[in-house]
């Protein structure tokens, strides 16, 4: 659901793009790896989905740079007797991401007569994550995250002034951003099986391509629409094309049957623009911008004595993109804004393997004024999507 964490646009008039954007909601990640805690051994299956759901949705860089980004992931239960990946131990995970963003912002306002007209953009996004952590020793760990994206996008054309009822209906696949992650429990792992902080570091490499390009219908001038190749749009491409370095930190604390959490994550992508023309009208929008992401969560999981191998959680998320990036330039085509949104999550475990599901519910949306919005005295619009579906395997070895 992003702007779902990270936003981004459509366009189609004449030789260049229309003004009215889209980007899928972000919400919660692919990747999930979460904290743990020591339990007696009768309680393995509890203590897994407990973490299991503690760290299932932080963030990932998901349908390009716009819909949100910036994995992050934490480790997770394993051991009968320790929660923490143990040293020499590997945990492999598979995660999958989808998202149909069709609901169109400018600011907090929804654009209801976008749906009504029929010129709103759709995406569809499946997102793939695979991800591999080494257990350091108890206390550190070192992770790789491979994810894979699938998205089509649907967007309305224009002939004189006028939509049609033709869509040009895009598509683009392939490897994401690869992502390398190190992290460290603050606690002493042994004296703190119930309460712990971990902070991790990490960069991100553009193995993505950000220039995938489509087969566009454009106003030929004369009443009609001719063929056109240029750049699909920025919310469906599967890299950013630059490198970034990211931060994140996840906390849990054990009181009985329930488990409070906190998470975060911010990318940091610095290099400004990726010198990839967008074909957008403006001039200050022709080349798309390397933006920064974010992600917070916070909430409760709650495990059932009676059902050992269940556990349930609930608890609040907020993704974005921001307006201006922390560190570097903040120019070209970006869709900044974010999305709030309510998080159900359950997780079953079974030995060594640990199944979860997460789907966030939009409650606030703000597609935000970017910096070219602001050089050309405008405020652009973005879609978002009403909920996300997260599921994920972890298993150790």
């Known amino acids: 659901m992003n702007p779902c964490g990270g936003l981004v646009p459509p366009q189609s008039h004449m030789n260049t793009l229309t003004d009215s954007e889209e980007c899928p909601l972000p919400l919660p990640a692919v990747t999930s790896h979460q904290p743990a805690r020591t339990y007696p051994l009768g309680r393995p299956a509890t203590l897994l989905g407990v973490m299991a759901l503690v760290g299932m949705a932080l963030p990932n860089q998901a349908s390009?740079?716009?819909c949100i980004a910036g994995r992050a992931s934490s480790p997770m239960l394993g051991a009968e007797t320790s929660g923490y990946l143990?040293?020499?131990?590997?945990?492999?995970s598979l995660n999958y991401r989808y998202l149909k963003s069709f609901r169109h912002f400018v600011g907090t306002t929804e654009q209801v007569q976008r749906y009504e007209e029929g010129s709103q953009v759709i995406n569809h996004v499946h997102l793939m994550d695979l991800g591999l952590t080494y257990g350091l020793d108890e206390q550190d760990s070192i992770?790789?995250?491979?994810?894979?994206?699938?998205?089509?996008?649907?967007q309305a054309i224009r002939v004189d002034g006028d939509y049609i009822d033709e869509r040009n209906e895009t598509s683009a696949r392939g490897m994401g951003d690869l992502r390398v992650t190190y992290r460290r429990w603050l606690m002493?792992?042994?004296?703190h099986p119930d309460t712990n902080v971990q902070v991790g570091l990490g960069i991100k490499l553009p193995t993505g391509s950000p220039n995938e390009v489509a087969v566009f219908r454009v106003d030929d001038g004369m009443g009609g629409t001719e063929p056109v190749v240029r750049t699909a749009d920025q919310s469906i491409q599967p890299g950013d094309g630059g490198f970034g370095f990211l931060i994140d930190v996840n906390a849990f604390t054990t009181m009985g049957a329930f488990t409070p959490y906190a998470s975060g994550s911010y990318l940091f992508n610095p290099e400004g623009t990726n010198g990839v023309q967008t074909f957008r009208s403006r001039a200050s929008e022709a080349i798309m911008s390397i933006a920064d992401q974010y992600s917070a969560r916070a909430g409760v999981n709650y495990s059932f004595?009676?059902?050992p191998n269940l556990t349930v959680g609930l608890g609040g998320r907020i993704d974005g993109v921001p307006v201006h990036d922390l560190l570097g330039d903040s120019s070209g085509f970006r869709r900044p804004g974010y999305a709030v949104a309510v998080e159900p999550s359950l997780a079953y475990t079974s030995g060594r393997h640990t199944f979860t599901m997460s789907v966030p519910w939009s409650v606030q949306r703000n597609r935000q004024q970017s910096v070219t919005d602001k050089i050309d005295d405008r405020h652009g619009d973005?879609?978002?999507?009403?909920?996300m579906l997260l599921l994920g395997w972890t298993v150790r070895f």
């Open 64 to 66: 390009a740079q716009g």
């Open 86 to 92: 143990p040293e020499g131990g590997f945990e492999f």
């Open 143 to 154: 992770s790789i995250n491979i994810p894979f994206l699938a998205a089509e996008r649907s």
């Open 188 to 191: 002493e792992t042994k004296s």
């Open 305 to 307: 004595e009676s059902l």
């Open 382 to 387: 973005a879609a978002f999507a009403d909920w």
